[in-house]
């Protein structure tokens, strides 16, 4: 189960990503939603109409932080500018826990603007870990790392990608924004089990999960949030909640975006997997204790 210190003691079902597209719907009826989660760094401006939404959105909704633009791997350490307007705006949404993804964007101050891989390497933990824990002390709540898809390996890898992200999450203090598509996305690409991702993650350290649909092309598959969820992401998602409890789940659409009530109805129904998987838990729990 989730220690609540990694979730800011805070319960969640199911939410999605507040959406431009979607902005009227919900002002205008008010949609029966668990949650909704934002980009930072859209709402990190001085005011406009991103700010009205969100102020209005915050009078009937938790809203949970995600941002882009943190990139704990870079190794020149992390950007104080970038924390300082983030932490304004978390005084704003009163998230109860912060995410980012785990992964480098920038060299010199130049921005790649993109979430690259880092090396599995004991020194990339080492420095990772470090940025983390000045960034979870500077913004004084619970941060989050998400694991990000690939689409290649460094030859000088010393671990796997799930040994590192635990590693990682273990030496800064932090918690887990676990992304069952991303694994799934990896996995393809990089050719392993993503049950063994799943199973070896340390449960107690997951703070929320994503899910959400990908591309396939002929040699690999893109994450690119554009379609539903597949089968076997449900299952991975199925697995993940039977280790970890019900976590705060997030569907995520963030190209060609359908209708509201279509990724709604989408979003809903990891409440089904959701159900058997922790029916099951239950039943392993007693027969462990019988």
Same mark, same amino acid.
């Given at each position: 189960?989730?220690? /609540?210190?990694?979730? $800011?003691?805070?319960? *969640?079902?199911?939410?999605?990503? *507040?959406? !431009?597209?979607? #902005?009227?719907?919900?002002?205008?009826?008010?949609?029966?939603?668990?949650? %909704? &989660?934002?980009?930072?760094?859209? #709402?990190?401006?001085?005011?406009?109409r991103a700010l009205e939404v969100l102020d209005r959105i915050l009078e009937q909704y938790r809203v949970? +932080?995600? $941002?882009?633009?943190?990139?704990?791997?870079?190794?020149?350490?992390?950007? %104080?500018?970038?924390?300082?307007?983030?932490?304004?705006?978390?005084?704003?949404?009163?998230? /109860?826990?912060?995410?980012?993804?785990?992964?480098?964007?920038?060299?010199?101050?130049?921005?790649?603007?993109?979430?690259?891989?880092? /090396?599995?390497?004991?020194?990339? !933990?080492?420095?990772?870990? &470090?940025?983390?824990?000045?960034?979870?002390?500077?913004?004084?709540?619970?941060?989050?790392?998400?694991?990000?898809? =690939?689409?290649?390996? %460094?030859?000088?890898? &010393?671990? @796997?990608?799930?040994?590192f992200l635990a590693e990682v999450a273990e030496a800064a203090d932090v918690g887990i924004l676990l992304? !069952?598509?991303?694994? %799934?996305? =990896?996995?393809?690409?990089?050719?392993?089990?993503?049950?063994?991702?799943?199973?070896?993650?340390?449960?107690?350290?997951?703070? +929320?999960?994503?899910?959400?649909?990908?591309?396939? #092309?002929?040699?690999?598959?893109?994450? @690119?949030?554009?379609?539903?969820?597949?089968?076997?992401?449900?299952?991975? #998602?199925?697995?993940?909640?039977?280790?970890? $409890? /019900?976590?705060?789940?997030?569907?995520?659409?963030?190209?060609?975006?359908? =209708?509201?009530?279509?990724?709604?109805?989408?979003?809903?129904?990891? &409440?089904?997997?959701?159900?058997?998987? *922790?029916?099951?838990? +239950?039943?392993?729990?007693?027969?462990?204790?019988?």
């Open positions: 189960m989730t220690h /609540p210190r990694f979730t $800011g003691g805070v319960e *969640l079902a199911t939410g999605i990503g *507040l959406r !431009v597209p979607h #902005y009227n719907h919900i002002l205008a009826e008010k949609p029966a939603v668990g949650w %909704f &989660e934002i980009i930072s760094e859209n #709402y990190m401006v001085e005011g406009g949970v +932080q995600h $941002g882009v633009g943190m990139y704990p791997g870079d190794a020149g350490g992390i950007d %104080f500018a970038h924390l300082r307007r983030l932490k304004k705006l978390v005084k704003r949404t009163k998230t /109860p826990w912060l995410s980012d993804h785990l992964c480098w964007g920038s060299v010199d101050g130049s921005m790649s603007h993109d979430l690259l891989p880092i /090396p599995f390497t004991f020194e990339a !933990v080492r420095k990772t870990a &470090e940025n983390l824990r000045i960034a979870q002390d500077f913004l004084e709540l619970p941060l989050a790392v998400e694991n990000v898809s =690939s689409y290649g390996e %460094f030859r000088d890898n &010393e671990m @796997t990608e799930w040994e992304d !069952v598509n991303n694994i %799934f996305v =990896s996995s393809i690409n990089n050719e392993f089990d993503p049950l063994e991702y799943v199973e070896f993650v340390p449960a107690d350290r997951v703070a +929320q999960i994503h899910i959400a649909g990908h591309s396939r #092309y002929e040699r690999f598959i893109v994450d @690119t949030h554009d379609h539903p969820v597949i089968d076997p992401v449900w299952k991975l #998602y199925e697995r993940a909640i039977e280790r970890c $409890g /019900p976590v705060a789940t997030l569907l995520e659409w963030d190209a060609r975006i359908p =209708s509201f009530e279509e990724v709604w109805t989408e979003a809903k129904k990891s &409440e089904g997997w959701r159900a058997a998987a *922790l029916e099951r838990k +239950q039943k392993n729990d007693d027969h462990a204790a019988a």
